[in-house]
């Protein structure tokens, strides 16, 4: 297992802005993609954006390409999401991960560990 620990999430008005962070100690965090995903209740998780060890590359949800980034810190051992322009159906529980595998994954099966996640709720 390797300790992730996600913040930053919260209760916001539809057109505001957060960032999600999400933190690792103890390990080789740049060896390792990292990614976020969110659940919504009722609703399977689902892929949100990615990034790979050095930030080469980036993936991105359809759903939040323009309004979303991804950039990760590997001198602070951290991954961030900001999120732009919040809707009401981004509301879910968001979740990182990290991934032994290269480049920006999209599949929840590539990851190999996760964090508790951190709720992100939208009001309109």
């Known amino acids: 297992q390797v300790p992730l620990v996600e913040s930053g999430g919260g209760l916001v008005q539809a057109g505001e802005s957060l960032r999600l962070a999400c933190a690792a100690s103890?390990?080789?965090?740049?060896?390792?993609?990292m990614g976020w995903f969110r659940q919504a209740p009722g609703k399977e998780r689902q892929f949100v954006a990615s990034?790979?060890?050095?930030?080469?590359?980036?993936a991105y949800a359809e759903l939040v390409k323009d309004r979303f980034t991804i950039s990760r810190d590997n001198a602070q051992n951290t991954v961030y999401l900001q999120m732009n322009s919040l809707k009401p159906e981004d509301t879910a529980a968001y979740y990182c991960?990290?991934?032994?595998?290269?480049?920006?994954?999209?599949?929840?099966?590539?990851?190999?560990?996760w964090g508790q996640g951190t709720q992100v709720t939208v009001f309109s």
């Open positions: 991960g990290a991934t032994t595998r290269g480049g920006a994954r999209t599949r929840e099966s590539d990851y190999d560990t």
């Open positions: 103890g390990w080789r965090f740049d060896l390792f993609g």
């Open positions: 990034i790979s060890r050095r930030s080469s590359n980036k």
